[in-house]
């Protein structure tokens, strides 16, 4: 796990991020069953956020760097990984 919030728009910003960074990434949370829906339904589930453990370390660094550069950021690279 590299990255749990309570905010649904806030994991799949950071998912995307992610992904454009190369990881492939797994989005759950604890409250709904697994395979019914990938994020909560709700602001009070907290979405949980998972590599591969072997890549979690640098995970973490991209979410850092990118904590760093400002929300922009994050939202840029959400974007090119939808293109």
């Given at each position: 796990?590299?990255?749990?919030?309570?905010d649904?728009?806030?994991a799949l910003?950071?998912?995307?991020?992610l992904e454009a960074s190369g990881f492939q990434v797994a989005m759950?949370?604890?409250e709904a069953p697994i395979g019914v829906f990938p994020i909560?339904?709700?602001d009070l589930g907290?979405?949980?956020l998972t590599?591969?453990?072997e890549q979690a370390?640098?995970?973490r660094r991209v979410i850092e760097e990118s904590e760093e550069q400002g929300p922009q950021a994050a939202e840029e690279a959400e974007r090119q990984s939808e293109g």
């Open positions: 796990m590299v990255f749990t919030t309570n649904d728009s806030e910003v950071v998912k995307g991020l759950s949370t604890p909560s339904s709700s907290q979405v949980r590599v591969r453990a370390e640098e995970a």
